[in-house]
């Protein structure tokens, strides 16, 4: 059924590989365009709330306040941590770099 596809033999008149000339780089990629120094990743993640809250979302959403839901509540975070104290602030950013260095190192352990 299959025997000519295992034939390793050189066959007579069999058309070899020909190079039409050198490469030429057209557009030349950087490393650091395609690696960043970051150590984020993103993805998808669900945050467990009940259907007051879930509703509330959706109405501020649907006045305009956020295009998507995923907006409504980044602005409103964006608000209250604007609003934190220098100490919370930085407290906040401490906590922040150690759970996204550790959501990176998880994601790292995936691959």
Known sequence: MAGGLLNHSKKSGQNKLVHSGPVKVENQ?????VVTDENTVTFPA????????RNQITALNNIGIGSTQ??????????????LS??????????????????????LSKK
């Open 70 to 83: 995923k907006e409504v509540v980044g602005n409103l975070l964006s608000e209250r941590i604007e609003k």
């Open 86 to 107: 220098d100490s919370d602030r930085q407290r906040f950013n401490r906590i922040l770099s150690i759970l996204e260095q550790k959501d990176y190192l998880t994601s």
């Open 29 to 33: 990629v950087k490393r650091g365009d």
């Open 46 to 53: 669900n945050v467990r709330v009940d259907n007051h809250i």
